[in-house]
Every structure is written in C-alpha cells, then in structure tokens.
C-alpha cells in the first residue's frame, strides 16, 4: 500500500494533488475530492486525521483556511466557487486500501463504472481488499470479486454494527468536548488475532 491515495480524475485529480502535500503537512490525509454544479461550483474535500483521531470542527476550519489558500493560488476555475470542508464521517466513502481493510466485515453498497456479472450496482460485507480488488459476501448469497479500478464510487452502509464499531467512549470531565477521541480498533481477522 505504498500509494494509498484516494483515485480521482480530471479537474478533481488536480485539486487532489494541489492540495494533498498541505494537508499531509498539517496531519491530515486526503479521503475525497468532489465537485459539484457547474456555475458556481462547490469543491467538497472530505479528510480523516492521520493520527487516526476524530475530526472536529477547528481541524475542518483549519483545513478550510489552508485549502483555500491553495486554491486561490492554483486558481482551478475561472469564476466564484466554494468550498466545503468535512470528515469522512460514519457512513463514509472507501477510496483507499487502507479504508476498505479498516472497515472489513462492515457492509458497503459499490456502483461500478462497467457492469459486472449483468449489474452495476452490489451490497454485501466487505471480506478483503487489496490495490486491485474488493471481495464482498452480497446481501442475496455468494461472494464477489470486484476490480478497484472499475469501482465508480463504494461507501459504507449505516448498520447499527457499524455504529457500535465506531463508537467513542464518553470523555470524563469538564474538556470532555476538546479532549482528543482515537478511532475505533482496526478489525484484523481471526487467523491475526493473538
């Protein structure tokens, strides 16, 4: 997993790369860039911590102003646009490897560029993944094997099991609020655990 970065294409590809070193540089890591309307468009940059901690709102201000910053420079469009700063959140989108293994035994919905097997759309939990593919355990029966590269888009499902997995404990005190939250455990299948 040497370049587990998030695959982007055309105008956002170039965001992504103009952007990625800062947020690197600020402890943070890229998860999506998106662009939405035509007019004034909205670039939306999604981020995790790479301390693996919770995103507050002072890190989504702080990337905003640093973002922005960048932006202005490499100056992606010839009008007004906005900017949208946010974490992954719970049911997020899985566009890197280390998403997709962090995340296993979860369920995640996956929209294909190409049909596969007749569909282009498949639900079911996630069982591996790797730069290459995705094995999913589908809603209706059998397993899948899917190519990354023909994966349009793949986020996780809302299940309760996932909320339990991604849990926070409640913070004692008066800074319950500012203290710092680690993520959930990694899942690491039977065969690695102790």
Known sequence: MSDDTPQ???LEA???SAIAPTLTAMG???VRVQIQGKERPTVQVMADRADGSLIGVKDCEAISHAVGAVLD???PFP???NLEVSSAGIDRPLTRTKDWIRFASQVATVEMVVPQDGRRRFRGRILSADENEVRLKLDEGGEITLPRGNIRRAK???TDELIAATAQPESEGEDA???PRKAPK???PPSERN
């Open 8 to 10: 982007h294409e055309g």
């Open 14 to 16: 170039r965001i992504a």
């Open 28 to 30: 943070y890591e890229l």
């Open 73 to 75: 420079v490499d100056d």
């Open 79 to 81: 009008g007004v646009w």
């Open 156 to 158: 996780l499902v809302l």
């Open 177 to 179: 609020e500012a203290a």
């Open 186 to 188: 990694r899942w690491r």
